[in-house]
């Protein structure tokens, strides 16, 4: 989202984007996980990537993600879903 919105953006800012460009947001923001502030219903899908304050742990986890990706490629399977991805 760094080529439309600041990269040090407000959750607000960003999930309002994500929204405008009808797209599903990937996130390294633990707080999108909060599904009473953010109810997956709500958006097209909130993917939040769960290092918790590890970013060495991204090399273990974006196979995970990647794998995923690949067998559930259609838009829609992730409208209104959260998943939070973990190692």
């Known amino acids: 989202m760094g080529d439309y919105i600041p990269i040090e953006s407000p959750d607000t800012i960003v999930i309002a984007k994500a929204q405008e ?32 304050n590890h970013p060495e742990i991204i090399p273990q986890l974006m196979p995970r993600l990647t794998e995923y990706l690949s067998l559930h ?12 991805v973990e190692v």
């Open 73 to 84: 490629d259609s838009e829609e399977h992730y409208r209104g879903k959260l998943l939070l």
């Open 21 to 52: 460009l009808n797209t599903i947001l990937v996130s390294l923001n633990g707080e999108f996980a909060d599904i009473v502030t953010y109810p997956p219903s709500s958006y097209q899908g909130i993917i939040s990537l769960q290092l918790r």
